[in-house]
């Protein structure tokens, strides 16, 4: 990126009437420098099979140019027109709850090839029409792409091809699949029945990620034909979306971003979060870091509230804190989804930046500040590089295989991710995302490792490798259990990396009023319940850092710390609550030598920073919460950017309720 | 009516031995002298294709005729016999659930050409056959009519016919239901999807208007057969019935009554409430003031409950004090559901007047003195006539809307609608209903506005013009917000209305621990919450009543009354507690110049009155509490009904619990 | 039996590697003398359609055989190979929730005659091949066999003739089952519809019933294919289960333990049961008082659990505590479900003995214990035969009816036999299971007789004329209110025994605050609520024990006793907390003569007892609590099997934590 983009999303075709300059002319006075079209409308540009009216695309792409206004132009895929449901039904993906209806988005086969050859057509036609308009700077490949759980018969046929060919014999599938298990053996492939009633945690699962194959191979294909059209200069992108909870939440079942980000230029995302007095910035960090780490640079939010659900209006003040926040975790863009209020149909409650009635209203004026802020500093906060040691592994498998065996209360794998990541948010440690498969764990100091439930044994062996030659690991319960089809490792728990963590346990129990006793937890009185999950600690040669405080538990260690080579291992049987996961992470922290004077400071006060093109350190500071906080400015002199005061190594500095400073060293 | 009507509906069909004589007997003891036959039991009256066996019909005019007790006879068409369903399987109606299964009543496409055809048979056997019996006075069609949800093929290409008929080219369709959003456009009649799956909210609800109609279409075409065999002084009437919430709750969401009671003589409705301590006299108050406002005038409660469920068994007294709570509201009949407890089937636990054993019981035996009461008091009684100067403005549009668009904490329009009409009647003061097209707005004072959601220009426009003109008008929040098609408007808000009301608002929240402060809530101490939702207010020429008492939106107005030409516009920007909800109604009362003696009393002594055919006022007074309890008669001097005492201006009455006591003044 | 058998169900085919000599030298460690084997395993065995495959059974019956280890080998019916669900997908049950998908075991169509073909000849294949190797014991067939709700339309069709065959004529059906009801009446047999969406309570239990009957003619069909391979001194029997509700509940409702336990030679079980904290003993006894009742004699504890769920992992001494609970009972058998933790699929939650990891446990470590003192003690523990003096009388037939007509506050069937049950087990009183047809009324001092909602009227003279004859019966609410086929008694309430009981009531309602006032209750602060139903009982000539306290109902009894004859019959009339429900019981206890030293103790000490084979008495003594208990030995001297220890009558015994106590005296 040249600059700092700040955008809108821009329906022309849902206009109650011609808006267009006066749209415009309020744009610019908000200092919005681009926006995004086209994503949601193909029967507005196809209106029948094969006629074409892309109008209100030109009249925008010309007026936005006029204006100054950059472009980025959506592939209208992810929502088919009336015309091919009628005339294939097909397209409709037919999932385990029965065949599709048409209605909402998303609800297409994206294997189905009469979809496919439509859809190409439409992205030929609208993509060769504007790449060479000077207004545009990009493209989005469709929109949040899923699997949008296709489960048909061509489905399913697909599914036994893989099988096949992934591997090579029923034998094989029966063994590894464990498939003699209430006699769902198969013994010949005109056999292979219909996944969508398996019981086979390994089948299902094993399913799920060939449906998630099957939306990175949809987006690879779309963005190959993008490319055919691209310019110099110009991007493909995909707007990502994360588990979503009625908010951006975790990790995405339903597609593998790291997989399925490989073909973009540029990853982009959308990140939805509660605000008002649940405004914490951890979303916003959780989203931009997973997308920062899937290219390692810059990303592109184009997608995020402006005044959104009546519970999301922001306070004064709160969609400034917003907006910065992205900058701080290195995006180069913040849109809103959208520009104006819908009137119609099914998102009337979310909220644009303009209400419905077109009015300037205080959350468009305050985005008035953001935008002259953005255009004003563009030169010192693009393009923020990091350069973290510290990376939380994640992993699709383990999800799928946490949905398939759910923890006893309910508590899934993103539960698990977002417990630790979150404290290791609050204390100001910033980190990057990784796989399992990752090449570059010797990145990292420490390694942070939800719940690695189902993972292959050469991944944790070189986990192993890793602590030996002096890296720090800490592990969640359920980690190792199971090999990557969740078969269950017949060998000493937790598989493999038992040998690193000196510690093992073959039973596990569900806590019953369970606390928690011994050095980690000392001086705690209450809250050290373990929660969730519990397993069974007997330490080989790991120390333990606390046991479980149960007439019957007692003798079992509940959290371990155990140095291996160079490194150490901390592994965590049970679910323990926030101050007791703060406390571990704290300590594994300190073992890897990290920490800092940022990390003296905590929650609500967040600190978050990185480098610029020019090599100079950007320091951001949030105070994400009501009150004002003060704070003692632990680094080198340098100037505010926001205010454009000076501030000197050890300066007393205010930050407003639902404040932000800006320091370049 | 020439007399009040105290009745049972009476299934000789269900009998498990021979009862006639001996049910007559009781019924004649009991003052009962009208029963309902024949809705329910088709199969048993055409037991095969056009094999007709009325045996049971003939038997029970005959006995109920020789004894003087009249008799209602409805048409069986609300529960199709077996044959039919094994013949023509698809007179079940296909519901956006899937197909029908055979088994309950209500079950079948009423749009369904097969059903019409045997319909109209067993209508014209029946009613040819009785109509010129001495005992018959009147006849009801169907049975809680509704659309029953059917969806089918065949009603989704009715809807297309309708569409193109209503609004002409599938241009303007698009353009006024905003189909453009999610690739919805449909842009040939052809192309039109089955609605089942819509998620645009202004075609769902135009689908359930349409739905709606095909209710109000079959009454009127059954009505219309009925009426051809119909002799002087005999009528024909339809039974209603309300929103379900194991009870009947609020505004009916799958007929709209004030269209479907056109083609009737008088309207009929079943009123079923909560009872014991849940004994309130709302819901039975509000039936009746909506069935009396569909034809301005006295109607029957075709089915009430004796026994019912176990949690409704009323407690000594309440089964006099439910009866005159009918009589108070205008109602010409009251009538139970029904006479036996049945022996078999689904409905074993709803019981009658009798239990399971026939035997008298301590409700069979109350309703013996209402019997003689209602045959003693009928002169006085019958024909209560009202002049109401306070109407509640309801709508099934604003009710759909509201469906689609669900407030944040799962509140309904006809929660709104309750919220401000149960305060209403428990400061004693009466309503009718209208809808907001009628044309007689000027006949009131006040009119009371829930939730207004969706509704046209042209009836927004006569609402300012009538408080222009003097009148008084009390708005919730949402009123005016869309047009009759649920899109948005995107002038200011609230839409047309913001002019009487002299406030407008442009973003609104979900209220989370938001107080309300001013001098309309002086005084009160707690329970001054808005709930739900709320606007934030700016008034330009109104006058704020309360603001919120909130951090951030405490700038913001929630209660507004603006004076406006000759009248007045109170706008409600949340929802408030009762008690503050009844604040503002008492205000509204007020200023309307309403209120007098009868709203000095409140809940649980209620007033209710009218006018009887020599013109006497009549005026009950009930006591909705297990407590004993006294009040100063305010009115001029009369005589007590039921017990035949003089009652002076002035003078302390005594109300015993569940008591009633009713004035001729 | 010839000995106590302990084991466990062993699946050769699902461990990930071979472990059969290393499992069996474990298992010979751990004292294991039986294992079940075969019965999940279809579609190992044979591969596919017609093709053979016994390898597993053979390699494992010999190797067991070498041990000395005896084998109980399944029909592995209940579970059909992917095979035959592609060649016929028509196996699979069609039921009320739709077609059925291939996944789970007990899926498919037990009515089905491919299914019934194809099981015929897997039964023949395996029970010819291993029925004369010298390891069998013998045979169990299916497993937990019930109707899977198979429901299709040639099981609609065998209902009609089903219904021909027991009704004659429609019209008598209509009659008995209130046709005319709804307009459900049936005028052909063509036009008997699929009872499928019946609301009609009466045909809807009837059809249940007809399931329950096809699930026990299958069980027969099955016992009499493997009678014919049955060798001198081999069984035949069948693993039962229970309601379920996470574990084992109560009545079955899905088949007729009684009816079909028929054909088997020992009836056979399952129980599972909540553990650490929650345990109680009141499974093991409800099932094993059950199982036992079937045939009259000792029965096989064919699965249990061992470590089970993480909320189940037994704490130390309590698997102990529970194979003894079994013996207590009768058990001849104790075995776990199942020997080794399941690395894939679905139940990878449910562990066995062993964890995934194959090693000792904990848990393993302690069935060593039992295992052990199971051969030593054989001898003296084995064919417990039990005399009880109080039945608990239970029907299908009264459970099916309260699924249809529920409690209010949706209690069931099988909560109202608990709440009985589970007070005569905490008083130390045992006791058998009869039905309502049983002959063997007058072998009981006392029949305690839980909501008997549907029953025959000849069932409830035969109780009459029991309590006339000397005997006494504790009805629950509910009891005789409908025929057989639900239809409620037009005579007085309770039907028919309301003669016994001196008693009758016409009206029931909701109990909301109820207490209970009178003799009863004297004393008994708080906990004297009526919950879920109230009878408002009038006596005639019975005692009112109780009354409700309440402003209205207050004159209505709500716990009556009635001399009849030499008997007693005491009729509750609401549901009372479980302190009053033991008062109740008691006192019938001491009016039938019963009672003694052992009711003297209470829970958490319980005391089982029987005779052995020699016809000494074996008592049990259990401690279902962590904290150590005492008590006076009340009966004549003998000795302490476990500990060895002789035991003096008057002797103050200590129980452990969780402990037991054997004395034979």
Redesign the interface.
């Known amino acids: 990126m040249k600059e700092l983009l700040y955008g809108v999303a821009y329906?022309d075709?849902?206009m109650?009437?011609d808006r267009l300059d006066e749209d415009i002319r309020m744009m610019k006075e908000a200092g919005i420098n681009v926006v995004r079209i086209a994503e949601?409308?193909?029967?507005?540009h196809e209106?029948?099979n094969g006629v074409f009216d892309f109008s209100s695309v030109d009249r925008v792409l010309n007026a936005m140019h006029e204006a100054g206004i950059r472009v980025i132009v959506g592939t209208?895929t992810y929502?088919?027109?009336?015309?091919m449901?009628?005339e294939h039904p097909d397209v409709l993906a037919v999932t385990a709850r029965g065949p599709?209806?048409?209605?909402?988005?998303q609800i297409m086969d994206i294997a189905n090839p009469a979809y496919l050859f439509y859809a190409e057509r439409i992205i030929r036609k609208l993509i060769g029409r504007v790449c060479g308009h000077p207004a545009v700077i990009g493209y989005q490949t469709d929109n949040e792409t899923k699997h949008y759980d296709t489960a048909g018969p061509n489905v399913q046929l697909l599914f036994v091809k893989y099988m096949r060919d992934t591997y090579g014999s029923l034998d094989e599938v029966n063994r590894l699949?464990?498939?003699?298990?209430?006699?769902?053996?198969?013994?010949?492939w005109?056999?292979?029945?219909?996944?969508?009633?398996?019981?086979?945690?390994?089948l299902g699962a094993e399913f799920a990620k060939f449906q998630r194959k099957l939306a990175a191979d949809f987006l690879a294909w779309q963005a190959a034909i993008v490319n055919e059209y691209k310019r110099p200069g110009q991007f493909v992108t995909q707007n990502f979306d994360f588990e979503w909870r009625g908010y951006s939440y975790g990790v995405q079942p339903a597609i593998d971003h790291f997989a399925a980000s490989e073909p973009f230029d540029v990853a982009g995302v959308d990140i939805y979060h509660p605000s008002?007095?649940e405004l914490t910035g951890i979303e916003i960090a959780f989203g931009g870091d997973m997308t920062r780490s899937l290219k390692g640079r810059g990303y592109l939010v184009l997608e995020t509230q402006a005044?959104a659900?009546?519970?999301w209006?922001p306070?004064?003040g709160q969609l400034r804190l917003q907006a910065f926040s992205h900058l701080a975790s290195g995006a180069n863009m913040v849109a809103y989804w959208h520009w104006h209020?819908?009137?119609?149909?099914?998102?009337?409650?979310w909220k644009g930046l303009l209400?419905?009635?077109?009015?300037p209203?205080?959350?468009y004026n305050e985005a008035k500040t953001i935008g002259a802020d953005f255009a004003r500093l563009s030169g010192d906060l693009l393009n923020l590089k990091k350069s973290n040691l510290v990376a939380v592994m994640v992993s699709n498998e383990a999800l799928t295989a946490m949905e398939w065996?759910k923890l006893?209360d309910g508590r899934t794998y993103n539960d698990v991710v977002r417990a630790l990541y979150d404290e290791l948010f609050k204390m100001n440690v910033e980190c990057d995302f990784i796989q399992p498969s990752s090449d570059r764990l010797n990145a990292y100091k420490l390694i942070v490792v939800p719940a690695l439930y189902a993972v292959a044994d050469d991944c944790l062996e070189r986990l192993n490798d890793y602590v030996r030659g002096g890296g720090h690991v800490v592990y969640s319960f359920k980690s190792g259990f199971?090999d990557e089809?969740?078969?269950?490792?017949?060998?000493?728990?937790p598989g493999i990396i038992h040998e690193a963590c000196g510690m093992t346990y073959?039973?596990?129990?569900?806590p019953?009023r369970v606390g928690l006793k011994g050095e980690l937890v000392a001086g705690m009185d209450g809250e050290t319940r373990a929660e969730s999950?519990m397993e069974l600690i007997t330490p080989t040669t790991a120390e333990a850092l606390a046991y479980y405080d149960h007439?019957?538990w007692g003798e079992y260690a509940a959290v371990t710390r155990n140095r291996y080579g160079s490194g150490t291992a901390t592994y965590i049987g049970c679910m323990p609550g926030a101050a007791v996961v703060s406390r571990i992470l704290e300590g594994a922290v300190r073992e890897a030598g990290l920490g800092g004077a940022d990390q003296e400071l905590a929650f609500p006060v967040i600190a978050r920073s990185g480098t610029n093109a020019e090599g100079r350190k950007i320091r951001y500071y949030f105070n994400y919460s009501?009150d004002e906080a003060t704070f003692v400015y632990p680094h080198g002199a340098g100037i505010e950017l926001l205010g454009g005061a000076a501030v000197a190594s050890g300066q007393r500095l205010e930050l407003a309720p639902w404040g932000v400073l800006i320091i370049k060293e």
């Not at 949601?40 to 507005?44: F, L, N």
């Not at 089809?485 to 017949?490: G, H, L, M, T």
């Open positions: 329906y075709e849902y109650p009437y949601s409308t193909w029967s507005t209106p029948q209208p929502a088919v027109p009336t015309w449901a009628k599709g209806k048409y209605g909402a988005r699949f464990g498939l003699d298990y209430w006699s769902n053996r198969i013994n010949a005109e056999d292979f029945p219909s996944v969508v009633g398996t019981i086979n945690g390994s008002q007095d005044q659900f009546p519970h209006t306070y004064p209020s819908i009137h119609n149909s099914f998102e009337t409650y209400s419905h009635d077109f009015k209203n205080p959350v065996f006893p199971a089809r969740i078969k269950v490792r017949a060998s000493e728990q073959s039973m596990f129990v569900t019953n999950w007439p019957h009501g």
